[in-house]
């Protein structure tokens, strides 16, 4: 009662049908370093975080030397008057 009915399964024709092969694409080009593609871009982003992080201390430090000069001079000009 219950139980559902499941549809009859047709049965195959006793004539014999030829069996089509199925041929497996060939890889392509770019698929030989997908294992690789993870461990590729973490290191490119690194990298390019690495390279922003490196010119932002350049930056900072280039302005902070301009800084001093600036500050010397203005110190020194003021102790000549």
Known sequence: MFRPKLPDVPTQPSALIPQQHQHSP???????????GGPV??????????????????????SVAIAAV????LLNNANRR
């Open 70 to 73: 600036v500050l010397r001079s």
């Open 26 to 36: 060939a890889p392509a080009v770019g698929r030989s370093l997908s294992p690789y």
């Open 41 to 62: 871009a973490a290191v490119l982003v690194g990298g390019v975080v690495l390279t922003a992080l490196l010119a932002a201390v350049a930056i900072t430090a280039i």
